[in-house]
């Protein structure tokens, strides 16, 4: 599998699993070691997920060396601020019994929307995630869903950068201003829901793109993301589907046909947001 490099030098594979909602319906241990034996080595849960314990069952029973998986945790929107984001973290890696977290982001940013002193408050987070990376606890930190104006607020006094941002991002959802901006300050963009949570696999537009290749829609999502260097965490309970999703560097997808995707109308957004979220 591909790897791209974090700005810090840190390795991380150019796909991922993600496990939101995955261990809800379904045996989450087993789930989760069918995405390790498909080839998944990228682990996406957070605290919000409550799935920790199950993934660290998981990685336990693979039987993989801890360097072989590159593990991502994020703290809670309740756990914000500087202690309570030390202990939620300890929780964490308590939770997934582990030593160290591969990537640790802030997994939604506060907002004016909810809190007057959102820069304050995601400053304190940020800070004792710098504090948890500077005693190698963490090997990179990051954020996820800010939007240019969190990522401007925390850049100015932060000393580390963020090295990932994990938004929502799709064919139809693409977030130029943010991916730009993450561009132009060397922060890799992770995907979250890369298939639109479903809602794109019968866009008429993809599914000709995906017969002309010879490939499911899901797989032309997967790739016009990695092609955009942005690195896609797709969801499955279906071991086929998990591998089938995993089957993308064969192929190439045009740049005509890039620019096609590129241009579709907004499609398939989820509509959550830093103002419209719960917490
Ligand atoms: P399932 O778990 O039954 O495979 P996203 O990653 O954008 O949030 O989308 C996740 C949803 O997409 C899940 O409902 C998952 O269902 C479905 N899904 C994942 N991979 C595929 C695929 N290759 N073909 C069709 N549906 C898929």
Not at 58 to 69: F, H, P, T, W, Y
Not at 162 to 171: F, T
Not at 204 to 223: N, T
Request: proline share 5%; with cysteine.
């Amino acid at each position: 599998m591909e790897k791209i490099l974090l700005s810090n030098g840190i390795t991380m594979p150019s796909i991922g699993f993600g496990t939101y909602r995955v261990t809800d319906h379904a045996d989450g241990v087993k789930v989760i070691s069918d995405a390790i034996k498909a080839g998944y080595r990228l682990l996406d849960t957070a605290s919000m997920y409550r799935n920790e314990e199950e993934v660290g069952i998981a990685i336990k029973e693979s039987g993989m060396g801890r360097d072989e998986l590159f593990i991502t945790s994020k703290v809670a929107n309740t756990d914000r601020g500087y202690d309570a984001t030390l202990r939620a973290f300890d929780l964490s890696l308590r939770l997934l019994q582990l030593d160290y977290l591969d990537l640790y982001l802030i997994h939604w940013p506060a907002d004016a929307s909810k809190d007057p002193d959102w820069k304050g408050t995601n400053r304190d987070t940020w800070k004792a995630m710098e504090r948890l990376y500077n005693e190698g606890l963490i090997k990179a930190i990051g954020v996820s869903n800010f939007m240019l104006r969190h990522l401007a607020a925390l850049v100015e006094p932060a000393r580390i950068l963020p090295m990932v941002n994990q938004i929502e991002y799709h064919p139809g959802w693409m977030q130029p201003d943010v991916v730009e901006w993450c561009r132009q300050h060397n922060v890799t963009v992770e995907g979250w829901s890369p298939l639109g949570r479903t809602r794109l696999l019968e866009n008429p537009l993809l599914m000709d793109i995906a017969d002309r290749y010879g490939k499911s829609v899901a797989q032309i999502c997967l790739r016009w993301a990695v092609q955009n260097g942005v690195v896609p965490l797709p969801k499955s309970v279906s071991p086929e589907r998990m591998k089938s999703n995993l089957d993308i560097f064969g192929f190439t997808i045009s740049d005509s046909d890039m620019n096609l995707i590129d241009s579709m109308p907004p499609t398939g957004e989820s509509g959550l947001m830093p103002e419209t979220i719960e917490f």
